[in-house]
Nanobody, 120 residues
Framework: VQLQAFGGGLVQPGGSLRLSCAAS????????MGWYRQAPGRQRELVAD???????NYADSVKGRFTISRDNAKNTVYLQMNSLKPEDTAVYYC???????????????WGQGTQVTVSS
C-alpha cells in the first residue's frame, strides 16, 4: 500500500495550486484522508482532513482559502489551495488511515511529500 502525491510547485502570492494524492496497492478500506505540512524548523501540522463520509476539518490558518475533497472510487484526496501566502510555503504530505484486510487494524500511511513554495 502506498500514497503518491502530485501537484506542488512555485506560485506567486495570491495564486492557486491543486494537490492530489492517490492510494494504491492492496487496500481493503480507507477511513480518513488528509494533508499535513512542514515548514523548515517547524513541526508537521494538520492542514485539513476528510472522513469517508465527507466531513471536513481545517486548520484555522487555511479556512476559507483551502478546500479538501476526495474521490472514494479513485482512492484519491485533493487539496485546492487558493489565495496562497508566503507562510503557506512548506512540504505537504498526504495521509490516509487504511487497512489492507478486514482482519487488520487501520493505521496511518504517508505520501512522499511535495514542495509548495509561495514567493514573488
Amino acid at each position: 500500500v502506498q500514497l503518491q502525491a502530485f501537484g506542488g510547485g512555485l506560485v506567486q502570492p495570491g495564486g492557486s495550486l491543486r494537490l492530489s494524492c492517490a492510494a494504491s496497492g492492496n487496500i481493503f478500506s480507507i477511513n480518513a484522508m488528509g494533508w499535513y505540512r512542514q515548514a523548515p524548523g517547524r513541526q508537521r501540522e494538520l492542514v485539513a482532513d476528510i472522513t469517508g463520509g465527507g466531513s471536513t476539518n481545517y486548520a484555522d490558518s487555511v479556512k476559507g482559502r483551502f478546500t479538501i475533497s476526495r474521490d472514494n472510487a479513485k482512492n484519491t484526496v485533493y487539496l485546492q489551495m487558493n489565495s496562497l501566502k508566503p507562510e503557506d510555503t512548506a512540504v505537504y504530505y498526504c495521509n490516509a488511515r487504511m487497512t489492507p484486510r478486514a482482519t487488520m487494524p487501520y493505521r496511518d500511511y504517508w505520501g512522499q511529500g511535495t514542495q509548495v513554495t509561495v514567493s514573488s
